[in-house]
């Protein structure tokens, strides 16, 4: 018989059987590799625990309470619409990205009551504050 790579075959007893630890009771799996007792030995815990760090983890300073994913409203003053609009002009989110006064139009926008306005708008679409609605009304315009 001629010898050929798929006839060569290892000699006996030069190729170990693998020992395939926690595979229960039949073949040496009792304990799968981590010894007798002991918190080890348990499911359970945590490989940082294991491993010394539980000390380092509880002294690392942690971020409390709660931060909302929902997204701020972008904010639109009363003097930047009294400079941008005209009487009787309707300020909504879109005329806002169009006279660049807000970048996107994915997230609310609000008007705020910082400084004065002059011209009557209408306001649409957009969160007012109190302020805002006030001096808005004064001026002779209207929130919708």
């Given at each position: 018989m001629a010898i050929s790579l798929n006839t060569i075959q290892a000699a006996f007893g030069a190729r170990k059987t693998v020992q395939r630890n926690g595979r229960g009771l039949g073949r040496?799996?009792?304990?799968?590799?981590?010894?007798?007792?002991g918190q080890t030995s348990r499911s359970g815990?945590?490989?940082?625990?294991?491993?010394?760090?539980?000390?380092l983890i509880l002294s690392t300073p942690k971020l409390r309470g709660f931060r909302s994913f929902a997204p701020k409203a972008v904010v639109v003053n009363l003097t930047d619409i009294g400079r941008m609009y005209i009487a009787g002009e309707m300020v909504t989110p879109k005329t806002l990205l169009n006279k660049s006064l807000i970048t996107t139009t994915k997230v609310p926008?609000?008007?705020l009551g910082q400084g004065e306005i002059a011209v009557a708008v209408v306001v649409k679409g957009c969160l007012v504050s109190e302020s805002a609605v006030a001096k808005i009304v004064?001026?002779?315009?209207?929130v919708e």
């Open positions: 040496k799996g009792t304990t799968a590799g981590r010894g007798q007792k815990v945590g490989n940082l625990k294991r491993l010394g760090m539980r000390k926008v609000k008007v004064a001026a002779g315009g209207k």
